[in-house]
């Protein structure tokens, strides 16, 4: 078996400093029609991760972009790992159809995307991603890595987070709701004084 010493990479810095910079998008995260949602992730060197939830909140699929590398993660089917093919300009996120994807994972392409992740802001899709990376990396390659424990919390941390979000939101439609009713109060109360004193 190859060994792979991740440090000796020289994307090593730069993988670490894309992690770093690796955050959550916040947009329309509003399900669509049957219930699915995209989850976006952005960093520096164009990396992101797109994860894609069904009704149920359950994570069908993630796909990690970096650096030309891929990493293709679906539930019931595991990994699998690509490079963009050339003819990617680089200057935009490729599409999966200028991806080429290997027969087997690569183990390169999983150390350095565990890497990634492990430098970047934890959340639950970091994590879940990074959870299936380190059991490709122990049981495919025989690198045994610190295992993500209490994947359950993250995801309930998200779910109490959604909840303030919306119920802040809700709140903010109320206000807005008494604020619009108060003006038009004012504007009705307005005019009968007009016309009271006009008499």
């Not at 990634?116 to 802001?121: H, I, V």
């Not at 439609?173 to 109360?189: D, K, M, R, T, W």
């Amino acid at each position: 078996m190859v060994t792979f010493d991740i440090e000796a990479d020289p994307l090593y810095p730069r993988v670490c400093a894309a992690g770093a910079s690796l955050r959550r998008i916040e947009r329309a995260t509003e399900p669509d029609a049957e219930g699915r949602r995209s989850i976006w992730h952005q960093g520096k060197e164009l990396t992101e991760i797109t994860s894609w939830e069904d009704a149920r909140g359950t994570l069908e699929r993630q796909e990690l972009l970096f650096m030309g590398y891929a990493v293709d993660y679906r539930s019931g089917q595991g990994l699998r790992t690509g490079a963009v093919k050339d003819g990617g300009n680089g200057a935009a996120m490729p599409g999966i159809d200028l991806i080429e994807f290997s027969a087997a994972p690569s183990q390169r392409i999983v150390e350095l995307a565990a890497r990634l992740l492990r430098e970047a802001k934890r959340d639950y899709y970091t994590q879940h991603l990074l959870q299936h990376l380190n059991d490709a990396l122990t049981t495919r390659f025989n690198r045994p890595q610190t295992q993500v424990y209490e994947l359950r919390r993250w995801r309930q941390r998200l779910n109490r987070a959604s909840q303030r979000i919306f119920s802040t939101k809700r709140r903010h439609n109320q206000i807005a709701v008494y604020v619009g009713a108060g003006v038009i109060a004012g504007a009705i109360l307005t005019a009968a004084i007009l016309a009271f004193t006009r008499r």
